[in-house]
RNA sequence: UGGCUCGUAGCUCAGUUGGUUAGAGCGCUACACUGAUAAUGUAGAGGUCCCCAGUUCAAAUCUGGGCGGGCCAACCA
């Protein structure tokens, strides 16, 4: 480049300074050049979470990745070979829902109104709608990231390595089925995600019959009870309380459980509908809830039908773990939940019996909690811990099964719309009632989840479905995390600690169309099964009689088409279900490489009877992942199965570093949402503002991790103060460079020898390089932003070219001057490569328009350079500390001008500064000419420190004498504040001094004190002749 | 309902192991500067450190309990 002078724009337009940067790069394959310019030096492993482009890209995407970015940047500024591979998300729930709304289908739809190959058609689709307006944000907010070779996570390769992962699991014995009790919607006819529960308006407040039931114990469980129980009358028949508002599941009841730490309480009452003497056992706690506290011992002989009051009297108290083991009779009784029936599904079950729970609480209810194994999760799991068996006397259409005595074919609730609907829960309440085993039937209002689409209440219900033995790793999982560097660190600890602390085994399962099949063949009696790792794999097992043989499309319908052949010879079907698309996420450092089948070695090692242990030997590439970051919302989504997937596989983690950052929320603190239309768009922020001061304000306002309050003043704060205070101080030097041809052909001038304001700014430079290291390094951008902001504006622009500005208009172009526009050179070439990170656009302008005249480095780009390296040399502490007594002495001569009312235009005689301190004389010395100038003074004069002028003040250092002196300390304060001048001066001078407290004589040293003096340590005398 | 997190000036945020006048920037008001001028300097106003209780000689800081915002998980008898 020829150009002898440094361009100057007319105007400073960020956005449109960005767009010519953009197009620089696209002709100049810059991102390309700095990733393949650091080839063979040490990787930085990034993982790129994939995002669904079904959507608009909002603000909170720029924001995490403005710290992708800013921190793959940086590190390939440091050497480092950082690849940056995309990435797409592009099966799951939200894409499905999406299509189904668009063409106004409901999912029972699918396979009668349209095909599965349309709908998934419609899917595919629909997951790359909105990519241009995703690349066209990730251009312009300067993100690079290689978009010409993502993965994408519907491609036949990149399931075959879910497959591939799936199949080891299983080999391992990590994948196993089994059922689990999932929301349910009979009206729909299908299970629910709890996505789709939790859409807003599906948790209604209603009306439910809730019945506390009596539940009779068996004779020898009741001998067992009473054995302690001091009685003098006979006891006939004993019943555990307990509370449900959902009495259709009553039937289903196969077990009672009890807190273990919870009191219990067995009391003699009379049924309030029976008005028989009872005797009942509950939570103690829950006493009143039953029972008015002046029944208590009430009169059992007055008591008629129509007493207000139910008497009642505690005979005896239980823990929980006491009544564990205790057997009662079943509820209902009918030809489906037989024991006899139940031993048919659970050979050896063993139900009926008191269990215990710690989910058990004494918050409502009676702290007995009905336990019925298929209608509930809890119940289910303490169900299958006892061994309580499982009956489902609900069939998928919500109705009771046949068998079910008076209750066969009736609906829990009213699915059909019947008008004359009558409702089973009262029934079962009416007849518990007549037996004597209702103690209570009331309307109980409470919130229960509704199916969205049918507006119907769901039910728990239990379900088919695959797991991921998680479990089995647990502790391998707990401890790899304890290695992991999370920003903010309490996320570790906390949210995601806590969360591998109470993990459950990972649900694969989904019954959905679009997204990865489970790679699961069974024969029809479920004796054989095969679990296929590759296309290859399926092939091999085919059936002669499968119709589908190509499988040039590994999803639905075509692979439930295949037809395997099991090793006796049966046909093979698949497994219906598609799998979480966590896992797609989640096994995306494999699958984004197709690993291992990428890996040449794989086939060879693959064959042969050695063939897993010779597998050992490929590990994937780019694993495990140095850095990786998102939303905090991904702490159980990503972050989780990242790290499962990653020790079930290699006992590895799958990341060293992970910044899970905050929300984006609007200026207000609420959370953004089309709802309430407070959302941002990017676009428009970035077309206005330019990405530079979108991406400064984002990282420098607050902590990642901190939710983020968006105002778009801060914005235009932050292109005010930073970049245009850049902006200025660069055409400020190129003003003047140009003028006197300064293009830093001159030789190097060593910093030792250059006056003293450029060794201060080149000083605090390269404090600053340090500084900016060192918060980068701990992954702290907010930090090294700010301490970058402040330099620009205190130092650089205010101090530094405020001070030397006639030496860049003045004098001859020699030493002084050179030395200046070398300083300054020097000042803004750096600044640019330590805000490249951050800025990528600016700093590349400024770059570029130094280096285009000077020619001073072979670069092309800021972000081809490497980062600035820290010259110790250059830093002087000493003098920082002076210069900052210089701009304070400054700033205090500058306010007592103000106060007296004397423009700094008016030349004054002389300061004279009272020496506090014995250094100061020196210091400030050797700063005098810049005070001097600045304030317009012609002399500084000192006086001693014993001078009369200054008045000392005397305060306690409560630091070393609170914990000597303890309560004293408030007498002793005022004590010494209460000193005089003389006493003070004694002090100084003997280095203690006996201070008389309430009566008593204290010693004090020289540092159990403070001794400052008047804020006005600066007198001025006026121009002699003035 | 639980876990985590945040709450300091009008706004955005600092605030060390507890230490006595709680800071900065922006904004606001007044004045000054006018050879960086869509800049700059000086000064001023502005605080229940979310609330309550406790520990301590001393609490924005530590402990407990609340309240409010946010995220996640649940909503279960």
């Not at 690079?144 to 992962?165: Q, R, S």
């Not at 909690?369 to 499982?390: C, E, M, R, S, W």
């Not at 097992?541 to 037809?563: F, N, T």
């Amino acid at each position: 480049m020829s150009d002898s002078t440094y361009t100057i724009p007319k105007h400073f337009h960020l956005p449109s300074l960005e767009s010519e940067i953009v197009s620089i790069w696209k002709n100049e394959n810059t991102f390309e050049q700095s990733v393949s310019n650091r080839k063979g030096r040490p990787s930085f492993v990034f993982y790129e979470g994939p995002p669904s482009a079904n959507g608009m890209p909002g603000i909170h995407h720029v924001i995490s990745r403005t710290l992708k970015d800013m921190v793959c940047r940086y590190k390939t500024m440091q050497g480092f070979e950082v690849n940056r591979k995309a990435g797409w998300d592009t099966h799951g729930l939200p894409i499905e829902l999406g299509v189904e709304k668009e063409l106004g289908i409901t999912k029972e739809d699918i396979g009668t109104k349209i095909s599965i190959e349309e709908y998934n058609k419609k899917c595919r689709e629909a997951v790359g709608r909105f990519k241009d307006k995703w690349d066209e944000i990730t251009q312009k907010m300067g993100y690079w990231v290689d978009l010409d070779h993502p993965y994408v996570t519907y491609e036949n390769d990149y399931i075959e390595t879910l497959w591939w992962c799936l199949k080891e699991l299983h080999k391992k014995n990590y994948l196993y089925k089994s059922v689990s009790i999932q929301p349910y919607s009979p009206a729909a006819g299908t299970g629910l995600s709890s996505h789709e529960i939790n859409q807003p308006g599906c948790y209604r407040d209603v009306k439910d019959t809730s019945a506390t039931v009596l539940f009779a114990l068996v004779e020898a469980s009741q001998a067992q009870l009473l054995q302690n129980i001091d009685r003098s009358e006979a006891i006939d028949k004993v019943y555990f309380m307990a509370w449900t508002t959902t009495p259709w599941t009553l039937p289903s009841n196969l077990g009672l459980t009890v807190g273990p730490n919870i009191n219990y309480a067995l009391v003699k009452t009379i049924n309030p509908y029976t008005h028989q003497l009872q005797y009942v056992v509950l939570a103690e706690l829950l006493l009143s809830k039953y029972f008015k506290p002046e029944a208590e011992d009430g009169d059992f002989e007055s008591y008629t039908a129509d007493s207000k009051v139910i008497p009642y009297k505690v005979l005896g108290l239980y823990k929980g773990s006491e009544l564990e083991g205790l057997q009662y009779e079943q509820l209902f009784t009918f030809e489906a939940n037989t024991l006899e029936k139940i031993k048919e599904t659970t050979p050896n079950a063993n139900p009926f019996r008191v269990v215990s729970g710690d989910f058990v609480t004494t918050e409502d209810g009676t702290g007995i909690v009905h336990t019925a194994p298929a209608f509930g999760a809890d119940d289910y799991k303490v169900g299958q811990k006892n061994n309580l068996g499982i009956v489902t006397l609900i069939d998928r259409e919500g109705k009771f099964i046949v068998g079910s005595g008076g209750y066969s074919g009736r609906y829990v609730k009213n699915y059909k719309d019947e008008k004359d609907y009558q409702d089973v829960n009262v029934d079962i309440a009416i007849a518990l009632k007549k037996r004597g085993q209702a103690f209570k039937v009331e309307k109980y209002e409470h919130s229960y989840p509704h199916c969205w689409r049918t507006d119907k209440p769901i039910i728990y219900y239990p379900l088919d479905a695959w797991f991921v033995r998680t479990t089995a790793v647990k502790d391998r999982m707990v401890a790899l995390n304890k290695t992991i560097n999370w920003k903010p660190k309490a996320t570790g600890e906390g949210r995601f600690g806590n969360w591998l602390e109470n993990m459950v085994d990972w649900n694969l399962s989904r019954s959905r169309f679009w997204g990865t099949p489970l790679p699961m063949w069974r024969t029809e009696d479920g004796s054989e099964e095969i679990c296929c790792g590759s296309i290859a794999e399926i092939k091999e097992h085919l059936h002669e009689e499968s119709p589908e043989r190509e499988l040039k499309d590994v999803h639905k319908p075509y692979i439930d088409q295949v037809i395997l052949k099991s090793p006796s010879g049966k046909k093979m079907y698949r497994e219906p279900d598609l799998i979480d698309v966590w896992f797609d996420s989640g096994a995306m450092p494999y699958a984004q490489w197709h690993f291992p089948f990428s890996d040449k070695r794989y086939e060879a090692l693959a064959k042969g009877d050695n063939a897993s242990e010779n597998l050992k030997s490929i590990l994937p590439p780019a694993f495990p992942a140095d850095f990786i970051a998102e939303g905090v919302d991904q702490t159980r989504g990503w972050f989780y199965t990242l790290h499962a997937l990653s020790v079930l596989l290699f006992d590895s983690v799958a990341y060293k570093t992970v910044v899970a950052n905050g929300f984006v929320l609007d200026k207000f603190g609420n959370k953004m949402s089309k709802r309430l239309g407070n959302v941002v768009d990017p676009f428009e922020t970035i077309n206005k503002y330019g990405a530079d001061a979108t991406r400064w304000y984002l990282i420098t306002n607050a902590s990642p991790w901190d939710s983020l309050k968006f105002d778009i003043k801060g914005i235009e704060e932050s292109q005010r103060q930073l970049f245009n205070t850049l902006y200025n101080t660069y055409t400020f030097f190129a003003l003047y460079a140009n003028v006197d041809h300064f293009s830093f052909k001159e030789q190097y001038i060593p910093i030792q020898k250059r006056p003293e304001l450029d060794r201060w700014v080149i000083s605090t430079l390269h404090t600053l390089i340090q500084n900016v290291q060192t918060y980068m390094d701990d992954y702290e951008p907010t930090k090294a932003g700010r301490a970058i902001d402040l330099f620009v504006d205190e130092c650089l622009s205010n101090w530094y070219v405020r001070l030397c500005r006639r030496r860049f208009w003045k004098g001859e172009y020699e030493f002084d001057k050179i030395s200046a526009y070398q300083t300054l050179y020097e000042c803004l070439e750096t600044l640019s490569k330590l805000i490249a990170p951050f800025s990528p656009f600016f700093s590349d302008w400024l770059y570029r328009n130094l280096n285009a005249c000077s020619n001073r480095e072979h670069k092309k780009s800021v972000h081809l350079c490497d980062f600035p390296l820290v010259i110790i040399d250059d830093i002087d502490t000493k003098l920082e500390e002076r210069m900052q007594l210089a701009q304070d002495t400054c700033s205090l001569l500058l306010s007592l001008r103000k106060k007296s009312n004397i423009k700094v235009r008016q030349p004054l005689q002389k300061a004279i500064i009272p020496l506090i301190d014995p250094t100061m004389e020196a210091k400030i010395e050797s700063v005098q000419e810049i005070i001097k100038g600045e304030v317009n003074i012609k002399e500084i004069e000192f006086i001693a420190a014993d001078n009369n002028l200054i008045q000392k003040k005397i305060k306690a250092n409560f630091k070393t004498l609170g914990s000597r002196m303890g309560a004293k300390m408030k007498a002793v304060a005022q004590a010494i504040a209460q000193l005089g001048s003389n006493e003070i001066l004694e002090l100084e001078r003997n280095e203690c001094l006996l201070v008389n407290i309430e009566g008593e004589e204290i010693e004090i040293g020289l540092n159990d004190v403070e001794i400052t003096s008047d804020d006005i340590p600066v007198y001025w005398l006026p121009l002699r002749e003035a």
